[in-house]
């Protein structure tokens, strides 16, 4: 069982030895950034934050840890959105962060893969692909911070994965430190490999629960020859969906992303972010932000975009489209749809929800659960949004305008209750790509079978026995 008193300061001490005493983070102001998450749900405390520089200290601390019955809290960019990478509030859990583990071991342009540590930053792996003129297609709004060890433990998606598929889909293979301090190399670059159970899938989207990644191999693509972005106006989300089936039936898998965007939040960018301005002239009730990736050149992708929303508008189906001119117009496009999340901090309180339902039921989704939380707090504003081309909306609330922000979000779990009972009427999932950590481990009873929970835990105990792995945590 995990020990639930803080360690002692002869064990502190023991852990600040293996790294060293400037990787061992006890001061609370150089703590201070290792301890909450960018939504401030969560302010946790710890007696160390101990940043290793290989992964043999890795493997140091979590024998130490196994022996001691420590709990450990992995750590890699700390851009989760669910609580599962901050300490609680006992201050017995100690941080283990890997951002120091930040090297590109190996390119190979020929066999498409590249072998990284778990702290390099999405971004680098995007740029090192780049350079030898490959594609990482993994993309979200925090891919300047977040870092690989965290994407591939939260299973992350993005906006990439209506033609790349979730992190899953990325990964050949992994390297992994286990509760024991035992190193697991299934650094494997195969892409077919059926020798026995494939055991990093149970490591990508645990979570941190069942060990520590350290390094991955990861899949590159051939980089596409033209991209054609557009940003569309229409009037509902019924819309949307005929639109996606028209798109895909015209480019197939050259579709790379298909974005649906509420006006509301799109005002919140206008008003927020410096320098956004309005795509178009007239404002409309909802936008989708569709990309069109060809291996052939522009006028293809060009061509093949341009007929398509002709056709769509002669169907009635849009008001109006902007393609983007140059590639700085594209990014500007995407820009909106990446500010989305962040602006609503300036609105005041925000209930977010990461959900998905099925294409065709995401009209009717929006429709019910709008009205249902309008019903519970008048006045509170949707800015619903994401990723309609899989199926995977973000369904944030702001509060009333004027409202306190305390008081709403101690309804928090109140309006959650009610979107999630509309999520499962539909047969959805009430967490897409952000994961369950802390914030919605209480519900995983509500939406999962009593013997798949048992199969999970058994997992849990056949890698953790003595549960020192981020403890509380999905399960």
């Known amino acids: 069982m995990t020990s639930r008193k803080p360690p002692s300061p002869e064990l502190i001490g023991r852990f600040a030895a293996i790294v060293g005493d400037r990787y061992a983070l006890t001061d609370p102001d150089t703590q ?20 290793p520089g290989s992964v043999a200290e890795v493997a140091e601390i979590l024998k130490l840890a196994s022996e001691s019955g420590t709990s450990v809290v992995p750590q890699s960019g700390n851009t989760g959105l669910v609580g599962a990478q901050v300490p609680d509030e006992s201050g017995s859990e100690i941080v283990v962060s890997v951002s120091r583990l930040d090297a590109i071991r190996a390119v ?17 792996v995007q740029q090192a692909a780049d350079e030898v003129d490959r594609l990482f297609p993994l993309s979200l709004a925090a891919e300047g911070s977040c870092e690989i060890g965290g994407n591939i433990s939260t299973n992350a998606g993005g906006t990439g994965v209506l033609a790349y598929g979730n992190t899953r889909d990325l990964v050949l293979g992994l390297e ?32 941190g629960t069942l060990g520590i990644v350290t390094a991955a191999v990861l899949k590159l693509f051939p980089k596409p020859a033209a991209r054609e972005v557009a940003i569309v106006g ?59 990736a060809s291996g052939h050149g ?6 093949l975009i ?44 925000s209930i977010k929800h990461d959900i998905a339902v099925p294409i065709a039921a995401i009209p009717a989704f929006l429709d019910e659960a709008n009205a249902a939380v309008e019903k519970l707090i008048p006045g ?13 909306l973000h369904y944030n609330i ?48 509500t939406v999962r079978d009593p013997l798949e929970l048992d199969l999970m835990r058994r997992v849990k105990r056949s890698f953790d026995p003595n549960g020192i792995m981020n403890p509380g945590r999905v399960l």
């Open 32 to 51: 201070a950034p290792f301890l909450t998450e960018w939504r401030r749900l969560y302010h946790g405390r710890t007696p160390i934050v101990l940043r």
């Open 108 to 124: 190979d342009p020929q066999g498409f893969t590249m072998t990284v540590e778990a702290g390099v930053i999405l971004e680098r």
């Open 176 to 207: 992994v430190v286990l509760p024991t301090g035992e190193i697991w190399n299934g650094l494997r670059r195969l892409r077919k490999d059926n020798t026995g159970y494939d055991l990093k899938h149970l490591f990508i989207g645990a979570e």
């Open 234 to 292: 229409l009037a509902r989300p019924e819309d949307a969906v005929a639109l996606f089936d028209r798109v895909k039936k015209a480019a197939g898998n050259s579709v790379v992303a298909f974005e649906l965007m509420a006006r509301r939040g799109l005002e919140f960018v206008l008003t927020h972010v410096d320098g956004a301005r309005d795509p178009m002239a007239e404002p409309h009730p909802w936008y989708v932000l569709v990309e069109i």
């Open 298 to 303: 522009r006028d293809e992708a060009r061509g």
């Open 306 to 349: 341009e007929e398509t929303l002709g056709e769509a508008f002669e169907a009635g189906l849009i008001s109006d489209a902007a393609v983007a001119e140059s590639l700085d117009q594209a990014a500007d496009f995407w820009h909106l749809r990446h500010m989305l999340s962040e602006v609503q901090l300036h609105e005041g309180g």
């Open 380 to 392: 509170c504003r949707p800015v619903p949004f994401g990723h309609l081309g899989d199926g995977n």
């Open 398 to 445: 702001s509060q009333p305008e004027g409202a306190d922000k305390e008081e709403y979000l101690a309804r928090w779990d109140d309006m959650s209750a009610v979107v999630h009972e509309i999520v499962r009427a539909h047969d959805g999932s009430i967490s897409a790509e952000h994961g369950i950590g802390r914030l919605k481990r209480h519900l995983m009873d």
